[in-house]
């Protein structure tokens, strides 16, 4: 029977969209191309998941590989990209429907440590029993320790658990580890449908 709803974050509860955030700066395209690449796709940005990087650090270093020019952008990239926080359409309210039916709500999110800044921001974070970032635990999806970390932080028992993530690999993970996973394609309809299959009788 399951209990419990673990959501991923980024393009499943907000958007995170590197290309949109860049065209918010007015960048050229030849510069987002350069940024996508130097920044959003690096070694630093999985370095701040993992939390063996401060935001701070990892744009100084990404600073020193591009122009003087995008130097205030990679600045803003880092630590702005949030602003505003733009919601996945019909997931708060996929999420507050499953509280108000009694579910446990949770967040696993490979993140950096300013996740907690911006997460009171995100309109669903009030219905969420607790969270569990990469940075603060050293651990990133889809290592297995992560998903075995959160089953124990939060009592919850890997079978009565569904685990909601647009990444197949994140989501392979949660199901080695004995938890039921599903793959979110952007579509808050047909995720209703997939935890109707599972049992979770959300309306469709």
Known sequence: MIKNIVFDMGNVIIRF????????????????????????????????????????????????????????AVRRLVGMWDRP??????????????RGMGYGIYLLSNASFRQHDYWPRVPASKFFDGTLISADVKLVKPQPEIYRLLCDKFSLLPEECV?????????????FC?????VFHGDAHEMRLKLNELGVKVKC
């Open 17 to 72: 969209d590197p290309e949109l955030f860049m065209v918010r700066l007015g960048l050229a395209e030849e510069d987002r191309k350069l940024l996508k690449r130097e920044l959003f796709v690096s070694l630093e940005w999985s370095r701040m998941d993992r939390g063996s990087l401060t935001d701070e650090e990892a744009a100084e270093i990404v600073c020193r590989r591009v122009p003087e020019r995008l130097h205030d």
């Open 85 to 98: 926080i733009l919601p996945v359409a019909g997931m708060y309210e996929l999420v507050e429907e499953l």
């Open 178 to 182: 004995g938890i039921n996973a599903l």
């Open 163 to 175: 685990f909601i993530d647009d990444s197949t690999s994140n989501a392979e993970g949660a199901y």
